[in-house]
């Protein structure tokens, strides 16, 4: 490994260890237990099989999200448009597992999973339509397309798709032998993120696609076709996104109710960012957000945490990557131009005088 990839991974580390103890060190200074607080951390994630369980489930997703927000962002492209994607992914996932419930579980758990990402190619193919052929800036359509697909899915719950016999507006949960493990759930999980980061890094069409992300004139100039990069590379993300609903929904939810995705896109899209430069750093990450996610519950009944609290330790390691990286320049660009470390940066400094 490289001295840079592994400045890298240090740096990640760093932030995700500073953004943690931050968080509980202020729980402590508001009178909370340290140690009470660590073994509420345990618990939560990895101190018992459901822990362990809960703690995968909450990472399916968010490695698949984070790996479809990297593809996109390797041609220029900001998807931020996962959580609408990853709600019709879930809900195409157990609408086609009820309606094909007289079917074998291997052909359900097929077609649903086929179903589930369709329905996320389809609806980040949308959002690719409007960029490639009316010039909408990506971020502001996909942004717009999560509200509509979150009010219509939450529509269909409460009417044509509601189980009749429930009390509060949820779907028909899926037949019981085409439950998954969540063991099994993340295998693929895992392989499609890496076939996504191999493709990009490691062959002619990935060439094209970081070729258009780096500079899209010389793209152009070459040849490559920017508009049918784009549209491959929104619907390929959107796909990994759907399968990661599809995922979730097989092996940990079951059925589909309102609020049931969990701020996943979210932190999918920050996972994106974190492993911009390092995209195998997105398994782990992915792994380690569903971890502290998992933590939720055993902080409030242990040490009376409020949920909020589980919000602001995921976004901490984030402010403080970001943080390490803008000083790293900062500190760069004056080591370049001779000065000496003081505050704000001289830009003219170092200069030769006429």
Do not use: C
């Not at 419930?101 to 190619?121: E, Y």
């Not at 900062?330 to 400094?349: C, E, F, M, V, Y």
Request: proline content about 5%.
């Amino acid at each position: 490994m490289k001295f840079g990839g592994l400045a890298e991974i240090l740096v990640q580390i760093s932030a995700l260890l500073f953004g943690v103890g931050s968080v509980l060190l202020l729980l402590i200074a508001l009178g909370h237990s340290g140690p009470g607080l660590l073994q509420a951390l345990w618990d939560g994630s990895v101190g018992s099989s459901y822990a362990i369980q809960v703690s995968i489930g909450n990472a399916i997703p968010l490695i698949l999200i984070g790996g479809a927000v990297w593809l996109a962002f390797t041609t220029g492209l900001f998807n931020l448009g996962a959580e609408g994607q990853l709600q019709w992914g879930g809900l195409a996932a157990v609408f086609v597992a009820v309606q094909f419930s007289n079917f074998p579980p291997v052909i359900i758990v097929l077609v649903s999973i086929l179903a589930a990402m369709a329905a996320g190619a389809i609806w980040a193919g949308v959002a690719a339509w409007i960029k490639t052929e009316r010039g909408a800036h990506e971020v502001i359509s996909t942004i717009m397309l999560n509200f509509i697909a979150v009010l219509l899915v939450n529509y269909l719950i409460n009417g044509p798709l509601r189980d009749p016999e429930a009390d509060f507006p949820v779907t028909l949960p899926i037949p019981l032998n085409s439950e998954l493990s969540v063991y099994i759930a993340l295998i693929p999980s895992m392989a499609i993120t890496l076939a996504a980061i191999i493709v990009v890094q490691r062959t002619r069409i990935g060439l094209s696609l970081r070729s258009v992300g780096l500079n899209r004139e010389a793209a152009r100039f070459a040849g490559i076709p920017i508009k049918q990069i784009w549209l491959l590379t929104f619907i390929s993300s959107g796909m990994m996104v759907g399968l990661a609903g599809g995922l979730e929904v097989m092996s940990v939810q079951y059925l589909v109710s309102p609020g049931w995705s969990l701020r996943w896109g979210t932190l999918g899209i920050a996972i994106a960012f974190l492993a911009t430069k390092r995209p195998m750093m997105i398994i782990p990450w992915g792994i380690v957000f569903g971890m502290l996610q998992a933590t939720g519950p055993a902080l409030k009944a242990d040490e009376g945490v409020q949920d909020a609290i589980v919000t602001v330790m995921l976004v901490m390691p984030l402010i403080f990557y970001f943080a390490m990286k803008v000083g790293g320049h900062s500190l760069n660009l004056r080591r370049q131009k001779g000065t000496s470390l003081r505050w704000p940066i001289d830009l003219n400094a170092g200069e030769k005088k006429p």
